[in-house]
């Protein structure tokens, strides 16, 4: 199984990756009518998906990190992009929408350099 993502293209997501889909709640209307026993229940259909991603930025300098870190926030601009998960999965017309997470401390490695986890979430349009 690989264990690197994709967003247009480009492993944007640093090492350890994992990326999760969650299916948003379907779309539904319930209506009851006065006189008339029962409720009446429309089933609208799926609402799009959330993708919960989480990584690590690493880098020989924290300029590195943020360098990462801008990387990610560069596709804040709302196009639709295709997603390749960690299964090897894809998925098109998904979107960033810059909720985004870092970790509570940047660490520093045995062999140099740092890394900094981090939280982030994309949105399936369908």
Do not use: H
Request: glycine fraction near 14%; proline fraction near 6%.
């Amino acid at each position: 199984m690989p264990s690197i993502a994709y967003y247009d293209g480009f492993p944007l997501f640093g090492s350890a990756v994992c990326c999760r889909m969650v299916p948003d709640a379907n779309a539904g209307q319930a209506a009851a009518y006065f006189g008339i026993p029962g409720v009446q229940s429309i089933d609208g259909g799926g609402r799009g998906r959330a993708f919960f991603i989480s990584g690590v930025f690493t880098g020989a300098t924290t300029l590195d990190i943020r360098a990462a870190e801008a990387a990610l926030d560069s596709y804040g601009d709302g196009r639709p992009r295709v997603l390749i998960d960690t299964f090897g999965t894809s998925w098109a017309n998904v979107i960033y929408k810059r909720e985004y997470q870092p970790g509570n401390r940047l660490l520093f490695l045995p062999d140099g350099g740092y890394a900094l986890d981090f939280k982030c979430i994309f949105r399936g349009l369908y």
